[in-house]
């Protein structure tokens, strides 16, 4: 339940509460619904008087069958929502009246299916069960300011504890002298005049309204003189619309946050998990790629094998391949070869040529795809790490709202509590009483001056303002109290002041928050495109790798044909071969000798420098 400051909520009927115009309906009966229709839409903009207006309408419903309109009251149609708000407003302690320039006929069946406490409308008058053409009721001469009048009189109400709720021009009356008041969905004419201004057609946009004005109610000032009062109205519709928005967004941002920071380290989670794989992957992929260039030497060794060494370069391989013999054997074992070999040594060694052209450029094209393969995960860390950063500032700016407005809590707490403190001072100096005598005034000299009344009803009008004129005045409210409430308004305006300022810089930092989770879903959507090409280079690379031992292994069954030819070739000559071994020696040893010498300083021959450079000693 809801603390009441307002107690009193007073809606139209047609267009309101109804989904329709109830004499428009009407007629239709009789098809002439475009003429009362026009009819309707002047009095709505205010082109002429309602009772004009409703004069001329019902005078057209002449000869309708007030079965017909009956029944027709049971099928119109109850605007989206009116159920709802009339129901909720009376469970959170509103009283809910309708006042009307309809009819009773369709009043009456609205009244029962929405159980609303109070219903004022006019009659049509009817003989035999056919309407006349005549209409009477309170609402045909009187405004529906007179009728809520004489109903907050009789409830022992005020009209600032009253919410008014209508589309038309012949509602002006009620919404101006309410406390707030409510256009729904209404005439230009009517909206001029408004607190408040609902464009939907649905009532619980109008309850929420209803139920948010009374919250806020008792953060405001209540009821002071006339200026104040204007000031006061300022003050608290300012704050209504600061704090909802303020509220709103918080609240929507709150979630939004939560989701996005859920979203977002998971992603981050998940990344640093995939890092970490792929860091595994690729450390492994590195080794494979020092072992490929180690088997790589090998083929350099066996391309130069034009001469008859291929026995020793046989002989050279064992050691390479045991350099790490468990990480050969698991990595890069050489897959079985499937292809046929040529019937000749020069078929043999074509087929050789051809397969270290096609090895050379594998090696390049897998080179290239580890090159990307770098270059991608570079990327994506660096954005990873980004992410991060920007994570950590969208965190630090939530943080920083959050605490902004729990200081805006506290501010209007301390607000309200003021508020509260001035209303009671207000109301036990006097200052409802004058309220209320002040709006029977106000009430008599409009009707004055708006009505062309006999002489004996003016002047009777007359002495009744003139009495309540005298009550004012003997009506004193104590200056000790207007002191202290005047201190009391100073501070409530203070913390009103220091509420905008933290609302303002909440909804900064708020924005600041967005900011960086926007920026932090573009860095993760390029991470991943940097992933996704990171993981694709790889793929490739590792598809060239294999390619290229298989390749690799072919050159291996060539060269041992190539091999296996010229060792027969050298036993043949094994003593020629044993000669010449022994020249090369003493050569090489002749070569580092003059080394030695041209160290020292000795001036070498053409023949020298030669012996020098084909053993590379330097």
Known sequence: MVILLIKLVVFDL????????????????????????????QAMQGEIDFETSIKKRVGLLKGVATDDIRTLANEMPLMKGAEETVSSLKENGFEVAIISGSFDIIADTI?????VDNIFTNSLVEEDGILTGEVTGPLVSGSKLDVLSKLIEEKGYTLDECVAVGDG????????S?????????????????????????LTDVLNVIINLNSENTEGDADVDKEVAVETEVVET??????????????????EVVEEIEETEEVVEEAEEEVAEEETAEEEAEEEVAEEEAVEEEVAEEAEEETPEAEEEVAEEKPVKEANPKKSKKKNALPEPDFDLADTIEGVRAQKDER???????????????????????????????????LAKAIE???????????????????NKVNDEIKSLEWSSGKKDKIRIEAEIKKIDKIIETRVLDIKKENQLVKNANDLRKELAEIKEDDKVKEEAAELKKKSEEFHAKVVELSEQAQEAHEQMLSYFRKTDEIRTAADEAHKLFIQARKNASAKHEEFKMILSEIHVINKKLGSNKNRKRRSDKSGGSSNNKKNREEKERAESIFDKFK???????????????????
């Open 14 to 41: 047609d267009n309101v509460i109804i989904d329709g115009e109830g004499i428009d309906e009407i007629g239709k009966l009789i098809n002439i619904e475009d003429q009362i229709a026009a009819i309707t839409e």
């Open 111 to 115: 009244k029962g299916k929405l159980d």
């Open 169 to 176: 021009a012949n509602d002006i009356s009620m919404i101006e």
């Open 178 to 202: 309410a406390k707030y008041g409510i256009a729904f969905n209404a005439k230009p004419a009517l909206k001029e005049n408004a607190d408040i201004i609902v464009e939907t057609r649905d």
């Open 238 to 255: 300012t704050d209504v619309v600061v704090e909802n928005q303020e509220e709103e967004q918080v609240a929507d941002a709150t979630e």
């Open 356 to 390: 270290e052209e096609r090895i050379a450029k594998v090696a390049d094209e897998r080179e290239t795809f580890n090159r990307e393969a770098k270059e991608q995960r570079k990327i994506r860390d660096e954005l990873n790490s980004e992410l991060k950063e920007n």
């Open 397 to 415: 700016f939530r943080d920083q709202r959050n605490e902004i407005n729990k200081q805006v809590e506290e501010n209007k707490n301390a607000r």
């Open 600 to 618: 020292n300083g000795k001036k070498l021959s053409t023949e020298e420098l030669l012996l020098l450079q084909k053993y590379d000693i330097n």
